[in-house]
């Protein structure tokens, strides 16, 4: 294993509330013998309690220098072309497009900070990645604006919204206009008579 290695591991809370709802399970099944309707949200319930079991059972993400790893799977950064999120908080449920076209899903059920923790290592070390159609620069620039002054700037250099011909144009129209004071072409007189 790589040194500096950072795992992250399903919360507790998934296996938790899973007992809890299998609990409210086998309470619908003994009411089911007096109320045969008590089946159905006993049924509800262990389908839930399912879930929440298959999310507790997630295995732990290793995020480390060069890759990262889903249990045993590991995907290298360089392989890593899209992240997508969906709108779920926790679980976080990401969908990765890697080389070749290869499709992954992540599920990560875990604590708020922790979810957002590894989202930003995600995002951090995936530089040949887009996220949710924004570019890794663009993405850490539009961070980095709206960020604390002094807060981890991460970017040397600012975005071009020019190229640098177009800059060298917008360079000499304003020395024109500094010097001349307008920018059209038409003498004064002319412009005042096609003005009448």
């Not at 002094?150 to 975005?159: R, T």
Request: a positive charge.
């Amino acid at each position: 294993m790589e040194p500096g290695v950072e795992i992250f591991v399903p919360s507790r809370v998934y296996a938790r509330a899973g007992w809890a709802t299998l609990a409210g399970s086998l309470l619908c099944v003994l009411g089911a013998f007096r109320e045969p309707f008590a089946l159905i949200p006993g049924l509800a319930f262990s389908a839930t309690a399912a879930a929440l079991f298959w999310l507790a059972s997630r295995p732990p993400i290793r995020i480390g220098e060069t890759q990262f790893n889903i249990g045993e799977r590991a995907i290298a950064w360089r392989e890593v072309r899209e992240i997508n999120r969906s709108r779920f908080v926790s679980p976080l449920v990401l969908r990765l497009r890697l080389t070749n076209s290869r499709q992954k899903v992540l599920i990560y059920p875990g604590e708020p900070e922790n979810v957002q923790r590894l989202l930003t290592e995600l995002r951090r070390n995936s530089q040949l990645a887009t996220f949710d159609g924004v570019t890794y620069r663009d993405y850490w620039t539009w961070c980095t604006l709206n960020s604390p002054e002094g807060h981890n700037p991460l970017l040397a250099q600012p975005v071009r919204m020019f190229s640098a011909e177009d800059e060298a144009e917008v360079e000499r129209l304003y020395q024109k206009l500094k010097t001349v004071g307008r920018l059209d072409t038409r003498s004064p007189e002319n412009s005042s008579a096609s003005d009448e």
